[in-house]
């Protein structure tokens, strides 16, 4: 299995490096095409650039650098992640299907559309893959219930020291007292 990783996340990645590269060299090739879905996420986001250009540059570096850190293996989850979230504005601008007329190009945009909700996919599972060691989530609530457990087992320690200390105390004032002058 392991090998099957590491074999496939650069067969993966290499779609988005690929693209990324060639739209950083020419942004403005996508940029008609870009511009209603890169205004409509600008408008939604206010820390993004209005400017469409920008936003095809940032996108195409997040594809680049991303596809690069999830080829090598470096932080494949996070890379994976940051792919999907890239892919959704590069799939709506550029294989808007609806919305063309012609039925050839109509065909043509569904099946890029299609291949990238597969590859959407693909990224969702590297993003889920723990390569056999349990998830964040899991590990947090097996230490949580381990801490919980060392808890309760210090709190009956505590517990039963106090009750051996207050017998001693009281075994020692029945001590005195019996040794007390009573007047």
């Known amino acids: 299995m392991a090998i099957l990783r ?8 290499s779609v988005f490096i690929s693209g990324g590269l060639r739209t950083l060299r020419d942004p403005h090739s996508v940029t008609a095409a870009a511009d209603p879905v890169a205004q409509l ?15 095809v540059r940032i996108n195409s570096a997040v594809q680049v650098g991303a596809g ?20 959704v504005p590069t799939t709506l601008a550029g294989h808007a299907w609806w919305k063309t007329e012609d039925p050839e190009e109509r ?27 349990p998830s964040l989530a899991y ?14 087992k210090a709190g009956q320690a505590v ?6 200390r207050a017998e001693e105390v009281r075994s020692a004032a029945d001590s005195v007292r019996g040794h007390l002058p009573i007047g």
């Open 68 to 87: 690069v850190l999830l080829a090598t293996g470096h932080a494949p989850r996070v890379a994976a992640l940051a792919l999907a979230a890239s892919l």
């Open 107 to 133: 065909a043509r945009q569904r099946v890029q559309f299609t291949k990238n909700l597969s590859l959407f996919g693909g990224l969702l599972i590297a993003a889920a893959d723990t390569h056999g060691k």
């Open 41 to 55: 996420a600008a408008g939604r986001v206010p820390q993004l650039p209005d400017d469409t250009v920008r936003l």
């Open 139 to 152: 590990r947090s609530r097996a230490a949580a219930t381990a801490g919980r457990r060392s808890a309760r």
């Open 6 to 13: 590491t074999a496939a996340r650069p067969l993966l990645a």
């Open 159 to 164: 517990g039963t020291a106090v009750a051996d």
